[in-house]
């Protein structure tokens, strides 16, 4: 089931199998990361150093760490945000956001809900979807 929460962002009333209360997100994240991802804030394009990231390896969620993308599925959209085609399966799961004025499909992690960013239908082959993601929602691990 979804729900709309502050701001026109949809949010699964699924308990996540990670939860911390909202001080204790603010402890473990940074502030930046803190606004993306427990607040559904969006950072500014072309700040992320992961649109240069080339290295082999997984994109992590910055709040649990769950792998949500091999960098196999990454590619440059234009867009000033790190973007991807694919996630790993079970990796993420979407929800409706109505802020801006506008319906557009919100991506948060699977494992702890943190907002991750929108997937539009514009991307490449083979799936010919968008993960706009933001960076500082991220972690990186790379290929050993």
């Known amino acids: ?80 945000w790190p973007s991807f085609y694919t996630p790993l399966e079970g990796a993420v799961g979407t929800g409706e956001d109505r802020s801006l004025f506008m319906t557009r499909t919100e991506v948060h992690c699977s494992r702890c809900g943190g907002h991750l960013g929108h997937v539009f239908p514009d991307g490449p082959r083979p799936t010919g979807q968008r993960y706009c993601m933001n960076g500082v929602a991220m972690g990186f691990e790379p290929e050993t």
């Open 1 to 80: 089931m979804k729900r709309l929460f502050g701001g026109g962002h949809a949010e699964d009333e699924t308990n996540y199998p990670v939860q911390h209360s909202e001080e204790e997100w603010r402890q473990k994240l940074s502030p930046a990361a803190f606004n993306v991802l427990r607040k559904h804030g969006t950072e500014r394009a072309g700040t992320s150093p992961f649109n240069q990231e080339k290295r082999q390896g997984a994109f992590v969620c910055a709040g649990c760490g769950q792998k949500l993308f091999e960098s196999a599925a990454k590619y440059e959209s234009g867009t000033g």
